[in-house]
């Protein structure tokens, strides 16, 4: 099996190339890992999210959240507000400080596409965000792909068509990579 033709193992591949790259340059530049950048990116967009929404969208254990906030609160990049409709829940606030942090975190997001994008041209680039925008779609728009039987191997009618099993080793390693 060619993994390199394997479209979970390169996704998968890519998406940790391009955090490893983007947590480097987030350290060297901002002070920041990517798991802080990803929190205050998520609350820049969700601002005045609960603590388990924001757990439950950066698809982290509420624990696991509460540590990082703590640190985020002391350096003063985010605020605990109470929430009026529930006494238990707190909700999460950018501070001042953090406001133009956001706009640097975007540009470091960026530099690293770039990069990664160095191959491509801005043609094959805007190609490529399309067609990952459709499978992801795919992933999160349509439950009853679920449903659905999986698509039939490539007949005598496709010779060039190759289609790897749904239900089998391959797709079990690449949804693990």
């Given at each position: 099996?060619?993994l390199?033709?394997s479209?979970?193992y390169?996704?998968?591949d890519?998406?940790r190339?391009?955090a490893?790259?983007?947590?480097?340059?987030a350290l060297?530049f901002l002070?920041?890992n990517?798991?802080?950048?990803?929190?205050l990116?998520?609350?820049?967009?969700?601002e005045?999210?609960?603590?388990?929404g924001?757990?439950d969208?950066?698809?982290?254990?509420?624990?696991t959240?509460?540590?990082h906030l703590d640190l985020?609160e002391?350096d003063g990049w985010v605020?605990?507000h109470?929430?009026?409709?529930?006494r238990?829940?707190?909700?999460l606030?950018?501070t001042?400080?953090?406001?133009?942090?956001?706009v640097?975190?975007?540009?470091l997001s960026t530099?690293?596409?770039?990069?990664?994008?160095?191959?491509l041209?801005?043609?094959?680039g805007?190609?490529?965000?399309?067609?990952?925008?459709?499978?992801?779609?795919?992933f999160?728009?349509?439950a009853e792909i679920?449903a659905?039987?999986?698509p039939?191997l490539?007949g005598p009618?496709e010779?060039?068509?190759?289609?790897e099993p749904v239900?089998?080793?391959?797709?079990?390693l690449e949804g693990?990579?």
């Open positions: 099996m060619d390199e033709c479209f979970g390169l996704v998968h890519v998406a190339l391009f490893r790259r983007f947590n480097q340059r060297l002070g920041l990517s798991s802080q950048c990803r929190i990116g998520y609350l820049a967009r969700y005045g999210i609960n603590q388990a924001l757990a969208l950066l698809e982290i254990k509420p624990m959240l509460v540590r985020m002391a605020e605990r109470p929430d009026p409709g529930d238990r829940a707190r909700r606030m950018l001042e400080k953090a406001r133009p942090l956001i640097r975190i975007l540009d530099e690293v596409r770039q990069q990664a994008f160095v191959n041209s801005d043609e094959e805007h190609h490529l965000i399309e067609l990952l925008q459709r499978v992801h779609a795919g999160c728009g349509q679920t659905r039987a999986p039939p490539a009618a010779p060039h068509a190759r289609r239900n089998g080793a391959l797709s079990s693990s990579q």
